[in-house]
């Protein structure tokens, strides 16, 4: 499966913005799918994950409340909803995605697909 993140760009502190993820390829179905980021000199981390029913959602905690994950197969397409934006939040945004689609996972080293990353730059 191929994907393609977009979506990122410069906002200001308490901004929103939703990252799209497109898959092509593959049934989209078939696959959990994840978003993870990189801060400069920060090692990847993850971020959300949503199963391949939409069933099962996960968040890292410092963004519960604010990011919401969600996808359309319609579209083969996994979104990042991003609000009340914070400078800590300005990193490379990857999407991924994992062959076992029933179930969520919090590690990288579990998504078989990634996605080439979008900028997101949160300004104070």
């Known amino acids: 499966v191929q994907l393609q993140a977009f979506g990122g760009g410069l906002v200001q502190a308490g901004g929103s913005l939703r990252l799209s993820c497109a898959a092509s390829?593959?049934?989209?179905?078939?696959?959990?799918m994840g978003w993870f980021r990189q801060a400069p000199g920060k090692e990847r981390e993850f971020v959300a994950a949503?199963?391949?029913?939409?069933?099962?959602?996960a968040y890292v905690d410092f963004v519960k409340g604010r990011f919401t994950i969600s996808r359309d197969s319609a579209k083969n397409t996994v979104y990042l909803q991003m609000n009340s934006l914070k400078p800590e939040d300005t990193a490379v945004y990857y999407c991924?995605?994992?062959?076992?689609?029933?179930?969520?996972?919090?590690?990288?080293?579990?998504?078989?697909?990634w996605g080439q990353g979008t900028l997101v730059t949160v300004s104070s």
């Open positions: 390829g593959r049934t989209f179905s078939n696959y959990a």
């Open positions: 991924a995605a994992r062959r076992i689609y029933y179930s969520v996972s919090r590690y990288a080293s579990e998504y078989d697909y």
């Open positions: 949503i199963s391949g029913s939409s069933g099962i959602t």
